[in-house]
Each structure stands twice: as structure tokens, then as C-alpha cells.
């Protein structure tokens, strides 16, 4: 709990859970919002900051992200990880269960609340695993892990290939009201994938992954949802196909949600050209057409969520030749930029929108405090400056991945002070 | 001194046609040195280079051993098995090591698409694509062109279709770009299984069966079929595939024309070629073999053009 006052002066706040969208101050008082809007004056002790020409918006929220820890701490660990975050003016993230050993019982839950209030920084959340191990087998204990502070189940990074498990997962999520995180690729199309299936797969000799195997996946699981009444929310969305699925299942009162990530707006498979392991991950880039198609699901809302899907991985295991390399790339501290670069200065999203995106709805839909500047809210708040260009150069990155594929690129838009709980807890050197 | 190559030779897809025209032209005079009594000139005295190969291969590692040895290089085989690859040290490291006891060229072999590439950024020694996974196997295109050349003079307008498991044959790219840069036309023919998806999108035209391949073709490279297609489920037996897909007598007798019959080796025999087209009087099988030695002695010796001290050596001449 925070001592002071913090003021956060003089930027436009855009709040679309308030509709505000106003030149004014913010006051945080006791980790929590105070006012948010008017004009009012310094009171005794506050600390102020003057955001003349930035946005404070609610904290941006990435509902998935891989911190590593435990077990790969060589790589990232939740500190490292919630400070990248913090450093991207992400004020919480949602941590996968895919650990060694896996996140999988209310101990290990546990565990990741212990580091990530350690860490002093971005918030923490963890995600529990579906299954035992992520083995595909036998059902985690969801209420013991939901007790314990989990706020999602999901096995992601593999598939959950028994539609009967699906099915029990997601009636038996409905007792804790949490969402099923669901990693779409049917496993048996996509074996030995390296990259997506189509011209440049074929004329560089790599295995393909087709848009099928998400979109089977994603409509199995949205009939499932159908079946069952559960919430399944769809993780990075890839393809065009998958976000006509999603429409149809939205159309249909189903309970399905669906999140994409900056790499998907951005990037094709071109960028496989030249064998570039910075552009390889699971899904993989797609085409211009499932680009555009995605952008589209993000602005009409069928798409209600930008995570990251940060997976950081070690410089050694990603100097290898393409097919050998691990999937994934880091995106905790260049998701803003992306999404403004490709989304908001073409004018697909108003920055509204995009705060809508990044901090109201994955509020709402994981079912966590913030997301809102309403009074009372938790006082998590990011303060960027949507027009302010810088180059990307991995080597300062607070996560420990240096696996981008934005290296070198002048992106616009940048996290200038991250507030956590009425503190700052990221303020731009 | 530059190599009219550049510094590596990773693929035929981003050759030009006349640097593929130079590699063949250089080819034609050097196979007379493998028909003397010493088969050996000067030209790579004192250069070394390193047949590093994580693949088992037969033919093509000798090949490009002969070339080596015909040219008076030094030579050093790596294969994995035995070697520190087998106790885990990374590519990079394998070459920095090898780099480091100062080499020449690098010949690799690996099973991945893309690993020539990946070696060729990280080391200054030549690089020699020696077949990188299911991408290219530049050296095997060229030698593949260069038989169809002395056959027909050139190969514009030409019809050559590439039979059976396009989708896993860094052979079939090879030859698809250097045979589209040379003005042939291309078709594949095989059970869609084993085609990529998007191989329309690469300019050739496909046959479902392989008798209208054969009614099309004026030569047929007909692909190694392996037999973990069969275990991965691409096809259901090699007895089928022989049924529906092989390259039989009875299937050319009915051909309009003659047909060139290539094959990259080894050959399944009786699944997908039968023995009397394989030793037939149009199988031109063996000529691809004796064309490699040439074709692989044309590529070092322009590329040793990019490296100064080999460059020097070469002043031995051809």
C-alpha cells in the first residue's frame, strides 16, 4: 500500500470501461483510483507527474505470457519477467503453466504468487494446467489451483487431443467460473511443423503447419463450448479460417473467447526468408490474407484480447538451423509499439479501442482486478506516449530473451511510467 | 578476386541462369581430367576442405572427394557418427573448430533445410551446399542439367517432369530453378501425398498419374522413394506405389517418343524404376554419376576464385 498520493497529471486519460476520454488528472490514494478526469490540485505529500502529452490509460494486462521459472531461470524467471513486463507498461500478466516441473497442483500456483510478490513489480497471475503434467491425461485439480490464486486453466504449448477431456475441462471449469485457455493445433497435421504451410514452405524445404490444424482445433472446441455452456477463451488466433470460426460461434451465443498477438498483425511468413529462427514460432506466421484477416477480428471485436505470448528462449537454442530451433519469441516490452505501429497508425484501432484490448476486456474476461480507472479500481495505470518512435535493440530489454524479430525496427508508441497498485513501478530513464 | 559464384554455393534458386550457363561450361572440359591416366592437375594445390557430412551418403560424398583429389586439395571427411558432433557440440561450434585450424572450403551435408545457409553467415571459408534437408542439393541440379545438355544442346523448351516424392527431395527443388532458369518446362508427377501443397504456385504443371507424364515428358528424373514414406503414411505400400506410380517398360513402350530416363540414386529397383528402364538404352543414369565428379570440380574451382590464397593456387591452371 502506497504512503503517498500519486498524481498523475495533465495527460489524456482514456478510460473506455468509463467512456472517459478527457484532458485531466488521475489520483491514486491507498493503491487505489481516487479521481480520475478533473482538474484538481496537488494535495500535501502527493508525489505528481506530469503527463502532458501522454495517455494514462487503465494498466494493459497480457492474459499469456511464459516466465520459465521454474526451471528454466537460465532464460527468464517471473523477476526478470514481471520487470520486462512493468518496462512494456504491462501492470499484470498471466503466467503459462508450462514449467519444469509444470503448474499443475495448488503448490505450484503457489509458488508463482510467492516469486511474482517478490518481484516487486508487474502483477503475477498464474495459470493452472488442464491436465496432469500437461500429458493430455488425467484432469488437474482446477479448484484447489483456482483456491490458490490461479485464475485460468490451460495446457498450452501442446494441444488437448482428447475432445473428452476438452469437454470435462470445460464443464468442470464452470464450478470456478475461469476461462479454458485453449492452445488450438491439432497435433497430427502440424508434426514436424516447422513454419506455415504454403509456397514458402515449399520452396524452402520446410515442413509446413496448415491453417487447418488451428482451425480444426478452434471449431472443435467452440462446439465444445456450445456442448457444455464452458468459457473457452482461444489463444493467438492465426488464421483467417479461425476468426470466421470465431465469428460464427460469437453469432451463436457461445461462450467463446479469443485473443492475438502483435507478431500476428505484423509479421508473414515471409519472414522465414533466409531461415531467420527470430521469426519461427507455434502458431507460425502466416499470410497477408490471415494478417489482414486477424486485424480485422481485433477492430470488430472478435478478437477481444492482444496478449503477447512472451516465450523467451536462449540465444544457443535459437543459433540453430530453422526446423531445430524452439518456438517463440519475446514480447513483453515491444507489444505496445507493435500494436500501435500496425494498428493504431493505420487507423484499424483508436487508441480507445486498443486500451479496450490490452486492459478492459482481459480484465473482464480472466476475471482480475484493474482494467478500469473507476473509482475504487486497483490503481494500476500505464502512461504512454502513442507517437513517440524508437529503435528496438534487444540488448536492453529487462527479460533475459533477446529473440525478436523487431530488432533494428523503428516502432511508434512507448511505455513512458508503469503504475502498480498506486506505485510507480517503471518510470522511462 | 572475386568468385563469379559468390562466396558459397547454398542453392540453384538464387543463381542466375548465366551463372548456372558458367558453372556447366567450366564442367565440360574438366571431365576430361578424370579420363586420363593421372587424374589429378594442380589447380586447388594447398587448399583444404572439409566433407562435413551429418547424412550418410555414398555417392555424393565421393564424388565430391574425387573432385577434391582430382584438383590436388587437401581433403578431410567429418561424418557425425564418431566425431564430436555425436557428443553434442552445436554446428557453430563444429565449424568455428574447424575454421579455426584454418581451412578453405566447407562441403556439408545435413538434415536440415537451411543448415548450409546457417554455416555459410557464420564462417569466411567457402560453403558448399552438399544437400541441406528437404531444401536444395545444388550440386546434383547442376549435374542433372549438365547431362540434359549434352543430350539435347540446350534445354529451351524442353519438357522435364520429376516423378515421385517431390515433397521430401531437395533434389526436386534443385532441379525444378535450374531447370526453369535454363527455359525447360517442368512438371512433377506423384500421389499428392508426396507433393507439396503450393507446388502449383512454383510454375510447373502436375500429373496425377504417370502415364501422362510419360505421354508429356521428353525426360523423366525419377525421385528415390524411401521406404519411411510407406511407415509415415504417405502411401500405402511400395507395392502400390510400384502399380500405380512406377516408371515400367510397358508404361514407356507406349510413350509418343523417347524419353531420358534420370534418377538421383539410389535406386529402389522395382518400386519406383524397374531394372530394364534403369539399364535401358534411354537411361542416362550413369552419366549423372560421371557429370558429378566434373560438375562438383567446376564449382570449387570458381569458387576458390573468391579466396585469395586459393586463387593463387589456381594459377597451376586447369
Redesign the interface.
Same mark, same amino acid.
Request: proline fraction near 5%; include cysteine.
Given at each position: 500500500m502506497s504512503a503517498r498520493d500519486l498524481l498523475l497529471k495533465g495527460g489524456q486519460i482514456i478510460d473506455p470501461s468509463t467512456g472517459l476520454n478527457t484532458i485531466g488528472d488521475l489520483l491514486l490514494r491507498d493503491g487505489k483510483v481516487e479521481s480520475a478526469g478533473d482538474r484538481i490540485g496537488t494535495p500535501d505529500g502527493a508525489e505528481v507527474i506530469d503527463c502532458t502529452g501522454l495517455v494514462v490509460s487503465p494498466g494493459f494486462i497480457d492474459v499469456h505470457c511464459h516466465l520459465r521459472e521454474p526451471g528454466r531461470e537460465d532464460v527468464e524467471t517471473i523477476a526478470t519477467g514481471a520487470r520486462a513486463a512493468a518496462a512494456g507498461g504491462i501492470t499484470a500478466v498471466c503466467a503459462m503453466p508450462n514449467t519444469d516441473p509444470v503448474t499443475d497442483n495448488q503448490a505450484a500456483v503457489g509458488f508463482v504468487l510467492k516469486q511474482g510478490r517478490a518481484a516487486d513489480s508487474a502483477r503475477v497471475y498464474p495459470i493452472g494446467a488442464i491436465s496432469i503434467g500437461q500429458n493430455g491425461e488425467r484432469l488437474a485439480e482446477f479448484g484447489e489451483m483456482v483456491g490458490a490464486g490461479a485464475v485460468a486453466v490451460s495446457d498450452d504449448g501442446k494441444p488437448v487431443v482428447s475432445s473428452q477431456l476438452m469437454r470435462t475441462a470445460l464443464e468442470y471449469a464452470r464450478a470456478f467460473n475461469i476461462p479454458v485457455a485453449d492452445h488450438c493445433e491439432d497435433p497430427t497435421l502440424a508434426a514436424g511443423g516447422a513454419m506455415n504451410e504454403g509456397i514458402v514452405s515449399a520452396r524452402l524445404g520446410l515442413r509446413g503447419i496448415p491453417a487447418e490444424a488451428e482451425e480444426i482445433m478452434a471449431i472443435r472446441d467452440i462446439l465444445l463450448a456450445r456442448l457444455t455452456g464452458g468459457h473457452v477463451h482461444l489463444c493467438h488466433m492465426s488464421t483467417k479460417g479461425s476468426i470466421e470460426l470465431i465469428r460464427w460461434g460469437k453469432e451463436r451465443g457461445i461462450r467463446v473467447t479469443a485473443e492475438a498477438c502483435p507478431h500476428h498483425l505484423s509479421l508473414t511468413e515471409d519472414c522465414v526468408e533466409g531461415y531467420d529462427t527470430h521469426a519461427k514460432m507455434n502458431p507460425p506466421l502466416r499470410t497477408m490474407a490471415d494478417v489482414e484477416a486477424v486485424r480485422e477480428g481485433v477492430r470488430d471485436g472478435t478478437i477481444d484480447v492482444l496478449a503477447t505470448d512472451h516465450a523467451p528462449h536462449h540465444n544457443d537454442e535459437k543459433a540453430r538451423a530453422f526446423a531445430d530451433a524452439p518456438n517463440g519469441i519475446v514480447g513483453l516490452e515491444t507489444a505496445l509499439a507493435v500494436n500501435i505501429t500496425w494498428l493504431v497508425k493505420p487507423g484499424i484501432l483508436s487508441l480507445a479501442t486498443l486500451i479496450e484490448r490490452m486492459s478492459c476486456a482481459p480484465a473482464k474476461l480472466f476475471g482480475l482486478p484493474g482494467g478500469s480507472l473507476a473509482r475504487g479500481t486497483l490503481g494500476d495505470v500505464t502512461v504512454f506516449d502513442p507517437t513517440r518512435s524508437w529503435k528496438v535493440d534487444p540488448v536492453g530489454f529487462r527479460t533475459k530473451g533477446r529473440n525478436t524479430p523487431y530488432g533494428g525496427q523503428t516502432l511508434t508508441g512507448r511505455a513512458v511510467c508503469t503504475v502498480v497498485g498506486g506505485r510507480v513501478v517503471y518510470r522511462e530513464a | 578476386m572475386t568468385s563469379p559464384l559468390g562466396k558459397d554455393l547454398l542453392g540453384l534458386?538464387k543463381l542466375t541462369a548465366e551463372q548456372i550457363g558458367l558453372i556447366l561450361d567450366t564442367a565440360e572440359p574438366l571431365k576430361e581430367i578424370s579420363e586420363r591416366t593421372i587424374k589429378k592437375v594442380p589447380t586447388l594445390r594447398g587448399a583444404t576442405i572439409v566433407n562435413l557430412f551429418f547424412e550418410a551418403s555414398t555417392r555424393t560424398r565421393i564424388s565430391f572427394e574425387f573432385a577434391e583429389k582430382r584438383m590436388s586439395a587437401d581433403t578431410v571427411n567429418v561424418a557425425s557418427a564418431g566425431s564430436s558432433i555425436s557428443k553434442g557440440e552445436?554446428?557453430?561450434d563444429t565449424a568455428r573448430n574447424l575454421e579455426a585450424m584454418k581451412i578453405d572450403m566447407v562441403v556439408i551435408r #545435413?538434415n536440415?533445410?537451411?543448415?548450409a545457409?546457417?554455416l555459410a553467415e557464420r564462417i569466411e571459408s567457402n560453403v558448399i551446399n552438399a544437400g541441406?534437408?528437404? #531444401?536444395?542439393h545444388p550440386t546434383q541440379g547442376l549435374l542433372d542439367l549438365l547431362t540434359l545438355r549434352q543430350r539435347w544442346g540446350s534445354l529451351k523448351g524442353r519438357k522435364v517432369c520429376i516423378c515421385g516424392d517431390v515433397l521430401h527431395s531437395?533434389v526436386a527443388?534443385s532441379n525444378i530453378w535450374g531447370l526453369q532458369k535454363l527455359g525447360a518446362e517442368v512438371a512433377v508427377c506423384g500421389p499428392r501425398s508426396l507433393l507439396?501443397?503450393?507446388?502449383g504456385?512454383?510454375g510447373v504443371t502436375v500429373f496425377d498419374r504417370i502415364e501422362q507424364a510419360i505421354e508429356w515428358a521428353d525426360a523423366l528424373n525419377v525421385l528415390r522413394l524411401q521406404l519411411e514414406r510407406m511407415e509415415g503414411g504417405y502411401i500405402p505400400s511400395l507395392r502400390e506405389y510400384n502399380r500405380v506410380f512406377g516408371v515400367t517398360r510397358e508404361r514407356l513402350d507406349r510413350a509418343p517418343k523417347d524419353i531420358l530416363i534420370m534418377h538421383p540414386g539410389p535406386m529402389n529397383r522395382g518400386v519406383e524404376i524397374d531394372s530394364d528402364v534403369a539399364d535401358g538404352p534411354h537411361s542416362v543414369i550413369l552419366d549423372q554419376v560421371t557429370n558429378g565428379v566434373a560438375v562438383r570440380m567446376a564449382v570449387l574451382y570458381l569458387l576458390a576464385g573468391n579466396s585469395p590464397r586459393l586463387a593463387e593456387a589456381a594459377k597451376g591452371g586447369v
Amino acid at each position: 500500500m502506497s504512503a503517498r498520493d500519486l498524481l498523475l497529471k495533465g495527460g489524456q486519460i482514456i478510460d473506455p470501461s468509463t467512456g472517459l476520454n478527457t484532458i485531466g488528472d488521475l489520483l491514486l490514494r491507498d493503491g487505489k483510483v481516487e479521481s480520475a478526469g478533473d482538474r484538481i490540485g496537488t494535495p500535501d505529500g502527493a508525489e505528481v507527474i506530469d503527463c502532458t502529452g501522454l495517455v494514462v490509460s487503465p494498466g494493459f494486462i497480457d492474459v499469456h505470457c511464459h516466465l520459465r521459472e521454474p526451471g528454466r531461470e537460465d532464460v527468464e524467471t517471473i523477476a526478470t519477467g514481471a520487470r520486462a513486463a512493468a518496462a512494456g507498461g504491462i501492470t499484470a500478466v498471466c503466467a503459462m503453466p508450462n514449467t519444469d516441473p509444470v503448474t499443475d497442483n495448488q503448490a505450484a500456483v503457489g509458488f508463482v504468487l510467492k516469486q511474482g510478490r517478490a518481484a516487486d513489480s508487474a502483477r503475477v497471475y498464474p495459470i493452472g494446467a488442464i491436465s496432469i503434467g500437461q500429458n493430455g491425461e488425467r484432469l488437474a485439480e482446477f479448484g484447489e489451483m483456482v483456491g490458490a490464486g490461479a485464475v485460468a486453466v490451460s495446457d498450452d504449448g501442446k494441444p488437448v487431443v482428447s475432445s473428452q477431456l476438452m469437454r470435462t475441462a470445460l464443464e468442470y471449469a464452470r464450478a470456478f467460473n475461469i476461462p479454458v485457455a485453449d492452445h488450438c493445433e491439432d497435433p497430427t497435421l502440424a508434426a514436424g511443423g516447422a513454419m506455415n504451410e504454403g509456397i514458402v514452405s515449399a520452396r524452402l524445404g520446410l515442413r509446413g503447419i496448415p491453417a487447418e490444424a488451428e482451425e480444426i482445433m478452434a471449431i472443435r472446441d467452440i462446439l465444445l463450448a456450445r456442448l457444455t455452456g464452458g468459457h473457452v477463451h482461444l489463444c493467438h488466433m492465426s488464421t483467417k479460417g479461425s476468426i470466421e470460426l470465431i465469428r460464427w460461434g460469437k453469432e451463436r451465443g457461445i461462450r467463446v473467447t479469443a485473443e492475438a498477438c502483435p507478431h500476428h498483425l505484423s509479421l508473414t511468413e515471409d519472414c522465414v526468408e533466409g531461415y531467420d529462427t527470430h521469426a519461427k514460432m507455434n502458431p507460425p506466421l502466416r499470410t497477408m490474407a490471415d494478417v489482414e484477416a486477424v486485424r480485422e477480428g481485433v477492430r470488430d471485436g472478435t478478437i477481444d484480447v492482444l496478449a503477447t505470448d512472451h516465450a523467451p528462449h536462449h540465444n544457443d537454442e535459437k543459433a540453430r538451423a530453422f526446423a531445430d530451433a524452439p518456438n517463440g519469441i519475446v514480447g513483453l516490452e515491444t507489444a505496445l509499439a507493435v500494436n500501435i505501429t500496425w494498428l493504431v497508425k493505420p487507423g484499424i484501432l483508436s487508441l480507445a479501442t486498443l486500451i479496450e484490448r490490452m486492459s478492459c476486456a482481459p480484465a473482464k474476461l480472466f476475471g482480475l482486478p484493474g482494467g478500469s480507472l473507476a473509482r475504487g479500481t486497483l490503481g494500476d495505470v500505464t502512461v504512454f506516449d502513442p507517437t513517440r518512435s524508437w529503435k528496438v535493440d534487444p540488448v536492453g530489454f529487462r527479460t533475459k530473451g533477446r529473440n525478436t524479430p523487431y530488432g533494428g525496427q523503428t516502432l511508434t508508441g512507448r511505455a513512458v511510467c508503469t503504475v502498480v497498485g498506486g506505485r510507480v513501478v517503471y518510470r522511462e530513464a | 578476386m572475386t568468385s563469379p559464384l559468390g562466396k558459397d554455393l547454398l542453392g540453384l534458386e538464387k543463381l542466375t541462369a548465366e551463372q548456372i550457363g558458367l558453372i556447366l561450361d567450366t564442367a565440360e572440359p574438366l571431365k576430361e581430367i578424370s579420363e586420363r591416366t593421372i587424374k589429378k592437375v594442380p589447380t586447388l594445390r594447398g587448399a583444404t576442405i572439409v566433407n562435413l557430412f551429418f547424412e550418410a551418403s555414398t555417392r555424393t560424398r565421393i564424388s565430391f572427394e574425387f573432385a577434391e583429389k582430382r584438383m590436388s586439395a587437401d581433403t578431410v571427411n567429418v561424418a557425425s557418427a564418431g566425431s564430436s558432433i555425436s557428443k553434442g557440440e552445436t554446428l557453430v561450434d563444429t565449424a568455428r573448430n574447424l575454421e579455426a585450424m584454418k581451412i578453405d572450403m566447407v562441403v556439408i551435408r #545435413h538434415n536440415s533445410s537451411g543448415a548450409a545457409q546457417f554455416l555459410a553467415e557464420r564462417i569466411e571459408s567457402n560453403v558448399i551446399n552438399a544437400g541441406d534437408g528437404t #531444401h536444395e542439393h545444388p550440386t546434383q541440379g547442376l549435374l542433372d542439367l549438365l547431362t540434359l545438355r549434352q543430350r539435347w544442346g540446350s534445354l529451351k523448351g524442353r519438357k522435364v517432369c520429376i516423378c515421385g516424392d517431390v515433397l521430401h527431395s531437395r533434389v526436386a527443388r534443385s532441379n525444378i530453378w535450374g531447370l526453369q532458369k535454363l527455359g525447360a518446362e517442368v512438371a512433377v508427377c506423384g500421389p499428392r501425398s508426396l507433393l507439396p501443397s503450393a507446388i502449383g504456385e512454383m510454375g510447373v504443371t502436375v500429373f496425377d498419374r504417370i502415364e501422362q507424364a510419360i505421354e508429356w515428358a521428353d525426360a523423366l528424373n525419377v525421385l528415390r522413394l524411401q521406404l519411411e514414406r510407406m511407415e509415415g503414411g504417405y502411401i500405402p505400400s511400395l507395392r502400390e506405389y510400384n502399380r500405380v506410380f512406377g516408371v515400367t517398360r510397358e508404361r514407356l513402350d507406349r510413350a509418343p517418343k523417347d524419353i531420358l530416363i534420370m534418377h538421383p540414386g539410389p535406386m529402389n529397383r522395382g518400386v519406383e524404376i524397374d531394372s530394364d528402364v534403369a539399364d535401358g538404352p534411354h537411361s542416362v543414369i550413369l552419366d549423372q554419376v560421371t557429370n558429378g565428379v566434373a560438375v562438383r570440380m567446376a564449382v570449387l574451382y570458381l569458387l576458390a576464385g573468391n579466396s585469395p590464397r586459393l586463387a593463387e593456387a589456381a594459377k597451376g591452371g586447369v
